[in-house]
């Protein structure tokens, strides 16, 4: 199946069966759904979720919970800025400096609680959490289909935060794992738990892309954002120390 046409049916199956939840509609972004907080609470059962000190995770609203609960364990927690726009493209929440862990997690508080990093002022990353549209028990993972979460762990790998034994997890509703997730391309990074409000499945995904695809990214975009803009040239370590 063609992964927008993928994404279609799911949205509109949360949407007809009444498992989405605010914002609606589902429908172009990382769908919100009933059960997100359960789904939280099983992951942070997981021996992945407790034996990390820090967390990336998207700044989505059914992950939402998943940013608390790290506050609320002492981990530090990083959300990149939407689209990797900022000289800083990733916010850094430290729970030792915050005290309104509800507000700190939201979409406005991120940034407003966040102090603002670049990649090589941030700790190795020991567990990535993303959202998805859709996934398999394989760990091949849809997004929304802007391609950023790729992106993100491409950078960061390229800074050594992160590499193929960084645990990478999503949380999800049961209506969102299907069978028919299109083969995974060389720059999509697998899921290695899928965690939903009933289970978690352990996916054995494998191997993670090894850095950024500059071939699959055109000017125009790279110019967009100045962590690529720095990036692309050939750089030394001096240069790495200030990105």
């Known amino acids: 199946m063609d992964k927008q046409a993928l994404r279609e049916r799911v949205w509109d199956d949360l949407e007809e069966s009444g498992e989405a939840r605010f914002p609606f509609p589902p429908h172009g972004r990382i769908p919100n759904f009933a ?3 359960e789904a939280a609470d099983r ?9 990390a000190e820090t967390v990336k995770t998207n700044p989505d609203a059914p992950q939402l919970p998943v940013r608390r609960a790290a506050l609320r364990a002492g981990k ?3 959300v990149a800025v939407p689209r990797l726009r900022d000289e ?6 430290d729970p030792d400096a915050i005290d309104d862990v509800d507000a700190a997690t939201t979409v406005s508080g991120i940034d407003e609680y966040g102090d603002p990093v670049g990649p090589g002022a941030m700790e ?5 959490v993303s959202g998805s549209v859709a996934v398999n028990e394989t760990g091949a993972r849809v997004g929304k289909g802007e391609g950023y979460s790729d992106l993100e762990f491409a950078v960061l790998r390229g800074f050594d935060l992160v590499d ?3 645990t990478t997890a999503t949380t999800v509703h049961e ?3 299907v069978n028919d997730v299109p083969s995974p391309a060389a720059h999509d990074v697998p899921m290695d738990l899928v965690v939903t409000p009933a289970r978690v499945v352990r996916t054995d995904a494998g191997a993670k892309p090894s850095g950024i695809a500059w071939d699959e990214l055109d000017d125009e975009r790279i110019d967009e954002m100045p962590v690529l ?14 990105i």
Request: proline share 4%; net charge positive; hydrophobic share 35%.
């Open 35 to 37: 059960g997100a907080s």
């Open 43 to 51: 992951l942070t059962a997981t021996a992945e979720w407790q034996a």
């Open 76 to 78: 530090t927690v990083y």
């Open 88 to 93: 800083d493209p990733f916010r850094r929440l």
């Open 124 to 128: 190795r990353i020991d567990l990535i």
């Open 164 to 166: 193929d034994g960084t």
């Open 175 to 177: 209506r969102q794992v």
């Open 229 to 242: 803009r720095r990036l692309r040239p050939r750089r030394n370590a001096d240069d790495a120390e200030n």
